[in-house]
C-alpha cells in the first residue's frame, strides 16, 4: 500500500519560510517524479507548485512559486521537502504531495496523493 505523509504545514508571517516534508512508502522512490500541489480556500482545483524527477536533478516549478521555493528529494530516505521563502498571504492552502511515474504536473497525471498539510500565512 502507497503512503505519503506530509508534515511541516502550519502558521506563517508573510515574508517568513517554512519547510514541508513527505515520506513515502509501498513505492519504488527513485521510480517516480515526487511533487508538491495546493489548493487555496475556496478553489475547487489544486495548483501545481513544484516537481522533482526521480534522480533529483530535473526540477519544474508553477509560475506563482519559482525563485521562492525550492524542492529537493532524498532518495536514501524516501522523502522530499519544499522549502518556502518569502511566503505571502497567496501561498494560504492545502498542500498535498504527490508522486507521478510520467513526472508530470497536472493533477490528471497524479498516481499518489498525500493527506495534506495546511500551510496558513498571516500578513
Known amino acids: ?22 515520506e513515502a512508502s509501498g513505492l519504488t522512490f527513485n521510480h517516480y517524479a515526487m511533487g508538491w500541489f495546493r489548493q487555496s ?3 475547487n ?6 516537481v522533482i524527477g526521480g534522480s533529483g536533478f530535473a ?7 519559482e525563485g521562492r521555493f525550492a524542492i529537493s528529494r532524498d532518495n536514501d530516505k524516501n522523502t522530499v ?13 492545502v498542500y498535498y504531495c504527490a508522486a507521478t511515474e510520467n513526472g508530470g504536473t497536472r493533477t490528471n497525471e497524479v498516481d499518489y496523493w498525500g493527506q495534506g498539510t495546511q500551510v496558513t500565512v498571516s500578513s
Do not use: I, W
Open 1 to 22: 500500500q502507497v503512503r505519503l505523509v506530509e508534515s511541516g504545514g502550519g502558521l506563517a508571517q508573510a515574508g517568513g519560510s517554512l519547510t514541508l516534508a513527505c
Open 41 to 43: 480556500p475556496g478553489r
Open 45 to 50: 482545483r489544486r495548483e501545481f507548485v513544484a
Open 59 to 65: 526540477k519544474y516549478y508553477g509560475v506563482a512559486v
Open 81 to 93: 521537502h519544499l522549502q518556502m521563502n518569502n511566503l505571502a498571504s497567496e501561498d494560504t492552502a
